[in-house]
């Protein structure tokens, strides 16, 4: 029995959803499917996701939204339209956004429940659009499904109790089509994943109904070793680990959320990564080992939009509670870290720019001052960080220093290097301006030299 979830490019339109039909009439074990919503159909569309989030804004500050709400319904009635479906659930999806917006109760957090009517209604479509060819479906509710979450509103975490709930779901009959990227707490609310959550909603359901297999479709042949957006056609990369797959996802390879990768990993779920446009290509397979014969490094991964708090007091290393200390301000300003290397001197810590206001950073650095008196404090944004990944990377003598001399054939200062924490990663923090070159001249020392 498989899990298949198709992201939002493969349900853009209503020529996508034809392939989807056809890649689970195909084969009668995938069972279970989760859907995004109407992702971008040309490279300068807005996701349907985008269009409700302005839609959300606009609503909140008392702007016009009427536009932005046609446009949303006109993307679903067009992907209705052509698949000769009734276009009634327009209706429904216009009463529905209209009564989220006026603040019905039921809603509790508005921005969630708008962008949960994405998913929502593209489950509900291909659920219609199956039973029309005559492949019995059923549309299933987050809800009835019980995928339980945390009330954590835009960032929901999966609650252990959901895995057996769902597990009852294995004797329905028929396809079942489940809405991605939300669920419900206890206590009823609505409550979305983190952007791209999507694949968290595949792997929650993979593991409670105990899958053998985790189809994630996608619109690449394959997960490459590098963005294939910084280098033109990349290598690919068949078999990864969970370790390499979270560690990849994580720094930057979009293609997969990283939080989908632990339901999996702990259920022992293999997960595929496949094109929908390409279905019979080999893509990608992540499960708990690999075979380690193609060098130590897989893949290279990069994300931009990190800053780092440098803290620097003479004789640091010998003050009892300095780091728990610093740490304790973060946590108090309700900011999460990302890294903390140290020094004997000196500590960094390491942030996403999202989580760092300009009136929490006046916050926090009067703080540190006050609280930790620190000969320095500052901070500096506009950082990347560059990581490169394999299993048994780190047993491989001399990894380090071709990453090193790769970073300064393209001219970028390596500013923090992170190592050893992590078995499977290295990680190297850059100015931003520089990740392109550092990428590539990373990729030709590893994967074409
Ligand atoms: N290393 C990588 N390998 C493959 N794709 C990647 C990688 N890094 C980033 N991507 C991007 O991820 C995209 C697929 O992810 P996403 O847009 O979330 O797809 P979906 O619409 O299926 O959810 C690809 O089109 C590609 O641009
Ligand atoms: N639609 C949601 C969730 C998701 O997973 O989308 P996609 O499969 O297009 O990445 C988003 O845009 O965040």
Redesign the pocket.
Known sequence: MRVAK?????V?SASQLKKVADILIRDTERKFVVV?AP??RFAEDTKVTDLLIQLGNLSNSNEDYRTILESILARFQEILEELFLPTTLVDEVRDKLQSIMDGETVYTHKMDALKATGEDTLAQILSLYLNSLGHPSSYVHPQEAGIIVSDEPGKAQVLEESYERLYRLRDKEGIQVIPGFFGYTKDNKLMAFPR?G??ITGAIVAAGVKADLYE?????D????????IVDQ?KE?HELTYKEMRE?SYA??????DEALIPAFKAKIPVS?KN?NHPDNRGTMISASRDLTNGPVV?I?SDAGFLSIYVSKYLMNREKGFGRHLLQILEEEDISFEHAPSGIDDMSVILRENQLSSEKEAIVLKRIQEELRVDTVTIERGLAMVMIVGEGMNSTIGVTSKASTAFSSAGVNIEMINQGSSEVSMMFGIKEEGIKAAVQSLYQTFFEA
Do not use: E, M
Not at 222 to 229: F, I, K, L, R
């Open positions: 198709f992201g939002g490019s493969s853009a995004s992702g971008k791209g999507s694949d994630n479709f996608t619109d690449v394959s997960v490459y070793c590098v963005n294939p957006n990349p990369i990849l930057g390879f979009s293609v997969f959320h990564i929908t893949g991964a």
